[in-house]
């Protein structure tokens, strides 16, 4: 019913049906995305050659899906085209990812990835790449993707407009150990599990969402860097958890400086380290600039979760489907609640199979 009334107001306001969303659920600035409509199987999970990804997001257009499932451990970096869909949902279990190389949209526009799995680790020796990057994209929206083992940052996003990055898992950055960094914008963070990272959980030098999300065992989360950029900001209803890296909880907000705005509500903070789930609200961000109501008129209706509900929810839904033993080893480190959590220089180091990078 819902769907019949956008689709008739669309075309009652003689806009095009691209106007709806990249797909049913999606959410947030990337939600504009159609990605692509011819359809493409990939079929063989080799790093290069007919039937794989790297033919299928070699010509725009594509709308992918998968009749394999396992480990692509790739070459060379994965560049895609613009207007691609990659359905990672259609593989069979356990389900599909990349390993050992970036995958890049770098300057490409209209691109929508679900349920990938993108492991960089450290059989990737360049240190100047992460496990996705998107600088200078634009309209991509990432969602119940599982990113670990980025080396550069788990998201290299700089110059990039329109995005969402929705129920995913972005934890175990290794090498500069970042989550993710986001610059141009908007952008919307929404329901993602942030874990075992050094600092950018983001760092979003853009008008921002950020709703919904968990983060855990940080040192620094969320952040501008202290930039120049005047910036607005709603925050809602996320769970910042301290863990055994954590020297400094009240750095859930980090170097939020007077140049940016910022909406704060149901946010909570557990600092304690004890095993449990009892945090205490934590809504000021900084040095900024406080807004009594949301800069984005979608903020509020996006923050259906209060922060005790959005740990139950993201943690029994974020990564790509089903998980596998590296996001359930994030997992399970959050659930110990302070107790557990190691902010890694190698994937081995995590004690998993396959070198760290788990089997699929
Ligand atoms: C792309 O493929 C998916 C999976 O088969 C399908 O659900 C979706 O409708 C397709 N989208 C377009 C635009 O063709
Ligand atoms: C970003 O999305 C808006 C719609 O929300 C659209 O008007 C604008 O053209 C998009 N920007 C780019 C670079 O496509």
Redesign the pocket.
């Known amino acids: 019913m819902a769907y019949l009334q956008t689709l008739v107001s669309f075309l009652a306001l003689g806009l095009p049906l691209v106007s709806a969303l990249a ?1 049913p659920g999606a959410v947030g600035f990337g939600s504009v995305a ?6 493409f199987v990939v079929t063989s999970i080799a790093d290069s050659g007919t039937g794989t990804l790297r033919d299928a997001v070699s010509v725009s257009g594509r ?3 998968f009749a394999v499932s396992g480990y692509i451990v790739l070459a060379s970096p994965l560049s895609l085209s613009s207007s691609t ?1 990659i ?1 990672g ?2 593989a069979p279990a356990p389900g599909i990812g990349v390993m050992a190389r970036e995958v890049s949209a770098s300057g490409k526009t209209n691109i929508i990835i679900r349920n990938l799995r993108m492991r960089q680790g450290n059989m990737d020796t360049d240190t100047g790449k992460s496990a996705f990057n998107m600088g200078t994209a634009s309209n991509v929206i990432l969602d119940h993707c599982s990113i670990e083992y980025g080396v550069f940052d788990g998201i290299d996003a700089v110059g990039t407009v329109n995005v969402t990055v929705s129920n995913s898992i972005i934890a175990l950055p290794i090498g500069q150990q970042f989550g993710a960094h986001l610059e141009t914008g908007p952008a919307t963070w929404y329901r993602n599990l942030w874990v075992s990272a050094h600092n950018r959980q983001p760092l979003t030098k853009a008008n921002s969402q950020y709703i919904n999300n968990v983060v855990y065992n940080y040192q620094a989360a969320y952040t501008v860097a202290n930039t120049g950029g005047l910036f607005s900001h709603d925050i809602l209803n996320n769970y910042f958890i301290a863990g055994p890296s954590t020297t400094s909880a009240g750095d859930d907000y980090f170097q939020m400086n007077a140049n940016q705005k910022v909406f704060a509500s149901g946010n909570f903070l557990d600092s304690n380290k004890d095993g449990v789930l009892n945090g205490a609200a934590a809504n000021t961000v900084g040095s900024a600039v406080v807004l009594t109501a949301p800069w984005n008129s979608g903020s509020t209706g996006l923050a259906t979760l209060t922060a005790a509900a959005a740990y139950t929810s993201v943690l029994a839904n974020a990564g790509a489907s089903p998980r596998d033993s590296v996001d359930a080893f994030v997992v399970s480190t959050v659930q110990s609640l302070g107790k557990t959590g190691t902010i890694f220089t190698n994937q081995a180091s995590t004690g998993l199979a396959n070198n760290g990078y788990g089997t699929l």
Do not use: A
């Open positions: 797909f159609t990605g692509g409509t011819t359809p709308n992918i899906t869909t359905n949902q259609t």
